[in-house]
């Protein structure tokens, strides 16, 4: 089969034929794949930055989204069958371990990743355990079935509070900035307000149903802030950027009382803001989001996918062939894509 490997330390990654994989465990399925999108955490493997040399061990097959259809299934495999539609969550937990035990297996102690620490998704086929797979509602479209990983993290971030009437910024129109717009409507903001800097990625905004999409490069954005909301300052800020200065406007743009949220991952890990007058003397509250809430944000991507409440069309931007993932990648690195799919089979 053909797969994409993070085969050596450096730059790139190198699409390759392979063994397909074969005789499932007990607890394991082979699942064909449909579709598999691209994350930002496959840019940072390819363009080996200091987390991915800290964190990869090559060879690996790289990705974690997709959509798929069991083929072939190992022993004590219960609910699911051959020909069942599934995507997969990529935290591959434990089960037994303290949080995997109280309800919060996506911070399992024991956690593995696909395709970063097991070989991952960007194949035709791929092994995984029986249970990480979703079986997806078949009237969902496979290009948006294998968004649903990262659509469930908008859902996790924007739905850690009650948004009915709320005022919302959201730091950041990638892909799951944008999928967290129309999270946040569907959740009853009464207005979304994007911070982004990238021309393409603030039409995106714009198109996914923003009310009002600010330059930070261009306008003082915690001023332009201030304005839309009578001097009050926005109930809830969700952080997709990773940008240190968008954190610190982010919170400075808060209400005293409102809810921080932060998905964004931050190339720089020490990370500095006014911990007295942003936080403590403001009383926020902050969550920290990582991953989805299994199989609880499962069950509303699904659902709300099903029901077209959201539409992935706006968010999907481009699906490529297989053979087309560098250009994908590219795409992504220069800020002009949304959600990107490939048509692996």
Not at 9 to 31: A, F, H, Q, S
Not at 161 to 183: H, R
Not at 192 to 197: G, L
Request: charged share 25%; proline share 4%.
């Amino acid at each position: 089969m053909k797969a994409i490997f993070k085969d050596h330390e450096g730059e790139g990654l190198t699409m390759k034929d392979t063994p397909e994989p074969t005789n499932p465990g007990p607890g394991e399925v082979i699942v064909k794949v449909k579709r598999a999108s691209i994350c930002g955490t496959d840019v940072h493997i390819y363009m080996w930055d200091r987390w991915a040399a800290s964190r990869i061990k090559p060879p690996i097959i790289v990705g974690h989204e997709f959509a798929g259809e069991v083929v072939e299934k190992g022993e004590n495999v219960e609910g699911l069958e051959v020909g069942d539609y599934v995507a997969a969550e990529s935290h591959i937990f434990c089960g037994h371990c303290y949080q995997c035990r109280t309800g919060r297996a996506h911070v399992c102690q024991n956690l593995k990743i696909l395709g970063v620490d097991v070989d991952g998704a960007f194949a035709e086929y791929v092994k995984v355990p029986a249970r990480i797979l979703w079986k997806v509602s078949p009237e969902i479209d496979p290009n948006y079935a294998s968004v649903m990983e990262p659509f469930g993290n908008a859902i996790h971030t924007v739905t850690v509070e009650d948004l009915t009437g709320k005022t919302v910024l959201i730091a950041g129109a990638g892909p799951i900035g944008i999928m967290a717009i129309q999270v946040a409507k569907i959740e009853g903001a009464s207005l979304v307000i994007v911070s982004e800097i990238k021309d393409y990625r603030i039409k995106l905004a714009k198109e996914n149903g923003a009310d009002v999409v600010i330059n930070p490069l261009k306008e003082d954005l915690v001023e332009r802030v201030m304005e839309l909301t009578n001097g009050e300052g926005v109930d809830a800020f969700f952080e997709m950027s990773g940008s240190q200065d968008a954190l610190r406007q982010g919170l400075r743009s808060l209400t005293p009382g409102g809810t921080a949220s932060i998905l964004g991952v931050f190339h720089n890990e020490s990370i500095s803001f006014d911990m007295n007058n942003l936080f403590t003397f403001k009383g926020i509250k902050m969550y920290a989001i990582t991953g989805r809430k299994i199989f609880e944000t499962w069950r509303i991507a699904d659902q709300l996918l099903k029901s077209k409440r959201v539409d992935m069309s706006k968010v999907v931007t481009h699906v490529l062939p297989f053979e087309e993932w560098e250009k994908g990648i590219q795409l992504m690195m220069k800020g002009e894509s949304g959600k990107i799919v490939l048509e692996v089979s």
